[in-house]
């Protein structure tokens, strides 16, 4: 302990030309053109409007997971439930929908409200119980793991006989061109970013990120906020259940272990500090672009599976090391 | 409206074990500076604390403003007016300066949920303006100088217009033309009839600008002194004098001349341009109040943190880039804070003593079991340890035979210099005793030892030889002989 402090003028100064968090967006922006470039240029293929909308919807599920997990992630804290918490999402609409014959606007509230309890779930140990939020969140992962197999018995929820079901990501309102999944992801996109940057819970949730007990001691109960901010990324993790439902057009109990990480790597990459008070949704979305792209791109190129995963691991740990730098820095 | 915004009078507080107040009193005026000083642990910060209402007064009335107030939260007590600003600044670095000084006030909309940015910077702005202070509040904390984030915490407190405002150590971190901008505001402030508490261990500030000084010592009021017309010498005899004689060591400075160590010009972030000595089975004391830079030297030396400047061990230069260098070249350092960084709690007596040593009882593969029993249960004997066996897990011991244990192991990785830092800390009255042998044994034995102790007594108890350091610089060396209490404090306070 010491109450000397560095010489603050110098860094002063460097710090004006640009805040570190924008420079990693604008890294994280730039190293997505470069990879389009790269990639139009490797295969004549990539730039066809076909294989953008794949990428596109392939980001949708990941890219809203990670929107959410932004919010827990800024406040220093981590979601490893949103993964198998989605499947659970989606059980539960085929659920409401199939099982017990409910309207499908009623089966997608009630997906999104599954996925928001979740989200308390973990908010409230966290916060109340005081339990690290990686436990809490690993149990609530193998929670919601397993009440998807009991629930679904274990196997597959087909929504065949819904009709329109499939179309909630895969129809397209919007110009007839873009698949309603990537419309959802932007507006989820553009909520996200209202609350965060324009509202009560977005202000607190920097604030807690940043000092904890300085935003205690400036009198908000942060152990309600936490509970919100879980909570809203419950909803996102809702959101995510009920187009992955459409999309596949069944609930697959089986799936979601390992999106929750791919969802934070998309984070990292996209300039959030996994240490808190640092990040933004538009990164994030960077972030999930990155990683489709990236995987797309490789497969284009006819790399196989297993090398594609080596590279994205290379990513996330380059992405990092930057996270680590801008640490130091300040 | 009497003259008086505050009188905190009997003010009792304990804590498990420990009285940290008694029957403490302090009244303040509107529009002045009250000095609040003592040394570290004298009380002065547990009684902001009750003041601010972090902490619950046991017993004792503090009437403020006429009226008899009991803040149980500092929310309750911003409220009510009084405010303090800690010396580890309370602020949010990734939120901008308005953003800080408003959290949870911010202007939001009908549904009290989106917020009026716009608002909240103009509010900031008319701040600033009335408080004659050139902030931008759309600037980051963390863009922020320290003094420029001290007077962000100030304008905080003003905007809840703040009749008491308590500083704690606010010119700590500030450069001499800072703190007359700071001195600049405190004078305004006084014009506008807002009462300061003024925590500080720099006297010569104190008679710069404050109207009277409270001296607290060992959780009492010793007293209250008009500046003007007290002498700093005055003071400092206030803050340390205790009635009882201490002890203190007769040493022959002829008896020691070999040089052991050499530290000439060690500079790094927390100090500047340390140079001194140690030598050949010498206790050299390290004095000064918390935060004067002593660990920090220590953990330079023991390669903890990077620095620059030269170190001779017997003579020779070494290199010095981490804690394996530092024990290669026989340096042994026994943390203050033993149970996070000098033992491993979970494991046995045994374990913890040769943990350093390991590779020497190894052969290629096997750790050889028999002589480690041995040799731990050697060691334990000879610094007495209190154990059932060398197998008890360290958790389970005293804090005094804990450090024991700590310098069981430096002793058998056959170290010839170690550094204490505070080596009684938490330790109980009967084994500081002990504690205190076995260093003056290891001395006698041709050990070399540089002692950091806060505690004064401890310092003349044990030392040979007394270096005095304050803001990360050595401000003077005793020999033991020369050395007291005042003139230690002196030395410790003297801000260069």
């Known amino acids: 302990m010491s109450t000397l402090t560095s010489n603050p003028s110098a860094s002063d100064q460097r710090k004006k030309l640009v805040s570190s968090g924008a420079l990693q967006q604008i890294l994280a922006f730039a190293s997505l053109i470069i990879l389009v470039i790269f990639f139009s240029i490797a295969s004549e293929n990539f730039l066809q409007w076909s294989n953008i909308e794949g990428i596109l919807l392939s980001t949708t599920v990941i890219g809203i997971l990670a929107l959410g997990t932004t919010f827990v992630i800024i406040t220093g804290g981590i979601d490893l439930s949103i993964g198998t918490g989605m499947t659970l999402t989606s059980v539960m609409t085929g659920v409401f929908i199939v099982f017990l014959g409910l309207p499908v606007h009623v089966g997608i509230i009630g997906g999104i409200v599954t996925g928001a309890l979740i989200g308390f779930i973990s908010g409230f140990s966290v916060s109340i119980l005081r339990i690290p939020p990686f436990i809490a969140t690993l149990a609530m992962m193998m929670i919601a793991e397993g009440l998807s197999l009991v629930i679904s018995g274990a196997s597959p929820i087909y929504f065949s006989d819904v009709e329109g079901f499939n179309n909630i990501a895969l129809g397209s309102v919007f110009l007839g061109a873009i698949p309603n999944a990537v419309l959802i992801f932007f507006i989820m996109v553009l909520i996200g970013w209202i609350l965060l940057s324009k509202t009560i819970v977005g202000r607190y949730t920097f604030s807690i990120g940043s000092n904890e007990e300085a935003t205690r001691l400036s009198g908000i109960n942060i152990k309600k906020w936490k509970m919100i901010i879980y909570t809203i990324a419950g909803c996102f993790t809702g959101v995510a259940g009920v187009i992955m439902a459409s999309r596949l057009n069944s609930a697959q109990p089986a799936l979601g272990m390992g999106y929750e990480l791919e969802a934070i790597a998309a984070v990292v990459i996209g300039g959030t500090s996994l240490s808190g008070g640092k990040g933004s949704l538009i990164g994030t979305m960077i972030g999930a672009l990155i990683m489709s792209v990236l995987t797309n791109g490789l497969r284009i190129m006819s790399i196989p599976q297993e090398w594609q995963t080596v590279v994205i691991g290379f990513v996330i740990l380059l992405a990092v090391y930057f996270d680590m730098l801008r640490k130091k820095d300040s | ?496």
Request: hydrophobic share 40%; net charge negative.
């Open chain 2, 1 to 496: 409206m009497s003259n008086k915004i505050l009188e905190m009078q009997n003010i009792n507080k304990s804590f498990p074990g420990v009285k940290a107040l008694s029957n403490v009193q302090l009244d303040l005026h509107r529009g002045e500076v009250l000095a609040l000083i003592g040394e570290n642990g004298a009380g002065k910060s547990t009684l902001m604390k009750i003041l601010t209402g972090i902490y619950q007064k046991d017993e004792g009335s503090i009437i403020y403003d006429g009226k008899e107030i009991a803040p149980t939260n500092t929310k309750e007590a911003q409220e009510l007016g009084i405010n303090i600003i800690h010396q580890e600044l309370n602020l949010m670095p990734d939120l901008t300066v308005a953003e800080n000084i408003f959290i949870g006030r911010e202007p939001r909309d009908k549904l009290n949920f989106f917020l009026k940015n716009k608002e909240l910077n103009q509010q900031a702005d008319e701040l600033f303006q009335k408080l004659n202070i050139n902030l931008n509040p759309r600037t980051k904390i963390s863009e922020l100088t320290v003094a420029k984030q001290q007077m962000v915490e100030i304008a905080k407190a003003l905007s809840f217009n703040a009749k008491i405002l308590i500083m704690d150590e606010p010119t700590a971190a500030l450069t001499d033309k800072e703190i007359n901008t700071l001195f600049d505001i405190i004078n305004w402030l006084k014009k506008e009839g807002v009462a300061i508490i003024y925590i500080s261990h720099r006297m010569e500030e104190l008679k710069r600008i404050s109207d009277r000084i409270t001296v607290m010592r060992d959780g009492e009021y010793v007293a209250t002194l008009p500046t003007e017309t007290t002498e700093i010498r005055q003071v400092v005899s206030l803050m340390v004098g205790r009635e009882v004689t201490i002890e203190q060591k007769v040493s022959d400075p002829d008896k020691f001349t070999d040089k052991v160590l050499e530290v000439n010009h060690l500079t790094n972030h927390y100090i500047k341009d340390v140079s001194f000595h140690l030598k050949k089975g010498e206790i050299l004391g390290f004095a000064g109040l918390v935060g004067a830079g002593r660990t920090e030297v220590a953990r330079a030396i023991f390669g903890a943190d990077p620095f620059s400047g030269d170190i001779k061990i017997n003579g020779k230069a070494v290199t010095i880039k981490q804690p394996v260098d530092a024990v290669q070249h026989g340096i042994g350092y026994l943390s203050e804070d033993r149970k996070r960084f000098g033992l491993m709690l979970e494991m046995t007596v045994k374990e913890n003593i040769v943990i350093s040593s390991l590779p020497h009882y190894s052969t290629a593969t096997f750790v050889k079991a028999t002589n480690i029993k041995t040799d731990a249960e050697e060691y334990s004997h000879r610094l007495k340890v209190k154990t059932p066996s060398v197998h008890q897990r360290v958790k389970l011991l005293s804090g005094g035979n804990q450090q024991k244990i700590v310098i069981a192991k430096w002793l058998l990785k056959d170290c010839d210099i170690l550094i204490f830092d505070e080596p009684t800390r938490g330790i109980d009255v009967g084994a500081k005793q002990e504690i205190y042998d076995l260093l003056e044994m290891l001395a006698n034995q041709g050990k070399s030892i540089i002692m950091i102790s806060s505690e004064l007594t401890e310092v003349l108890r044990l030392s040979d030889r007394i270096i005095v350091m304050n803001e990360g610089r050595v401000t003077g060396e005793l020999l033991n002989q020369d050395a007291n209490q005042e003139n230690i404090m002196e030395l410790a306070t003297q801000h260069n």
